[in-house]
Every structure is written in structure tokens, then in C-alpha cells.
T-cell receptor, first 112, second 114 residues
Framework: EPEVTQTPSHQVTQMGQEVILRCVPI?????FYWYRQILGQKVEFLVS????????KSEIFDDQFSVERPDGSNFTLKIRSTKLEDSAMYFC??????????FGPGTRLTVL | AQSVTQLGSHVSVSEGALVLLRCNYS??????LFWYVQYPNQGLQLLLK??????LVKGINGFEAEFKKSETSFHLTKPSAHMSDAAEYFC????????????FGTGTRLTVIP
């Protein structure tokens, strides 16, 4: 069964460093998303991406964040200058139909 | 704007007992509603979804949920709990029109007592 994959599973970085989280969505899906879950809190929407552009973003998704689909298969989330409060589990999701999203296993980001 | 409230951050049931996890939503437009399950150290798995068809929705692993517009609820039930049902359950809502990003509740951790 096709699934969304994410790498790495765990990323440790120093505050102020740039990180890139990678996702490979399911191959025939058209809509892509990033969510995050700070430890002990709810899952929060960050950004959605369709037709090679951002379709919607939340207040969390400020200028420090960017997304890219560089090669038609990968979908990346970049954080330019990480802060302590960026420590969270980051989930990638994709969907073929607009209302059924499939989630990856997540990348745990730890900012020291 | 959409939001979800899950009553009870922790629910414990005995094996074989009824599981009831509560979810109430707020939406200014017709909603789509979802239940996701998260097992330890894993991602979110879709259990079931409501997309304006039948109000009683059946999902995987014997779970079902009923959309009640008058009560703005979408409670998740299972007649008989199994040990393997122990996990975190998230209710989520999205708009039926326009953007479809998900708004999640805070989750309910289900413990099944043998």
C-alpha cells in the first residue's frame, strides 16, 4: 500500500541553524501539507501546497518557513533560522481527493 | 472558522466494554469531519470520515461515528474495546468548500484495561 514517507525521523539542530525536512508524498496525490505537533499539544496546520504554489498557510508559517517541491516527488519544509520553540513533531500529508489526507510518520525536530 | 473540542483527554475502558470518545465541532460552513488514530511513535492514521453523505460512518477496526448537526457532534464509538485499540485519538474538521486544511482537537488517550 502506498504511503507517505519522511526523512529524517529525528533531527537535532542548534538554535539559529537552518533545517530541511523532507517528505515523499504518495505518487498520484496532488495536495500536500505540513502540520506540526508540539509535545503534549494538538496537531496544528502549517501550510498547504497545490499546483506548485502555497494555497493556504497559518499564522505559524512566517517568513522563517518555506516549502518547495523541487523535483516532482519530494516535498520539503525549510526552517531558515530555528528557534527553541520550533521543537516539535512535523508531519507531512498528501491527498488525491481534497478531503482525505494521508500522513507520514513524522520528523521529530529538537532545537538546542 | 473551524474548531474542535474533545471532551476528556484520557479515557479508560475495560477490554470488551463500549468505547465512546466525544467530539464537538464549530464550523461556519458545512464541515467535513474526521477521526485519526496515533499509535506510539507513529503518524496519524485515518479511522473514518464524514463528507456529507450518510450521517453514520463506519471506519476501520470496528469504529464508527455519527454526525449530528443539531448537536454539532461527531462522537466515535466501538461496541467492544480491544487491547490493540489503546492509542491517541484525534478528531478533526475541515471546510467542505474552499481550503481543506485540518483543524485538530487536543486528542483523547484511550487506555484499555485487561
Amino acid at each position: 500500500e502506498p504511503e507517505v514517507t519522511q526523512t529524517p525521523s529525528h533531527q537535532v539542530t542548534q538554535m539559529g541553524q537552518e533545517v530541511i525536512l523532507r517528505c515523499v508524498p504518495i505518487s498520484n496525490h496532488l495536495y500536500f501539507y505540513w502540520y506540526r505537533q508540539i509535545l503534549g499539544q494538538k496537531v496544528e496546520f502549517l501550510v498547504s501546497f497545490y499546483n506548485n504554489e502555497i494555497s493556504e498557510k497559518s499564522e505559524i508559517f512566517d517568513d522563517q518557513f518555506s516549502v518547495e517541491r523541487p523535483d516532482g516527488s519530494n516535498f520539503t519544509l525549510k526552517i531558515r533560522s530555528t528557534k527553541l520553540e520550533d521543537s516539535a513533531m512535523y508531519f507531512c500529508a498528501s491527498s488525491q481527493l481534497r478531503y482525505e489526507q494521508f500522513f507520514g510518520p513524522g520528523t521529530r525536530l529538537t532545537v538546542l | 472558522a473551524q474548531s474542535v473540542t474533545q471532551l476528556g483527554s484520557h479515557v479508560s475502558v475495560s477490554e470488551g466494554a463500549l468505547v465512546l470518545l466525544r467530539c464537538n465541532y464549530s464550523s461556519s460552513v458545512p464541515p467535513y469531519l474526521f477521526w485519526y488514530v496515533q499509535y506510539p511513535n507513529q503518524g496519524l492514521q485515518l479511522l473514518l470520515k464524514y463528507t456529507s453523505a450518510a450521517t453514520l460512518v463506519k471506519g476501520i477496526n470496528g469504529f464508527e461515528a455519527e454526525f449530528k448537526k443539531s448537536e454539532t457532534s461527531f462522537h466515535l464509538t466501538k461496541p467492544s474495546a480491544h487491547m490493540s485499540d489503546a492509542a491517541e485519538y484525534f478528531c478533526a474538521v475541515s471546510e467542505a468548500t474552499g481550503a481543506n486544511n485540518l483543524f485538530f482537537g487536543t486528542g483523547t488517550r484511550l487506555t484499555v484495561i485487561p
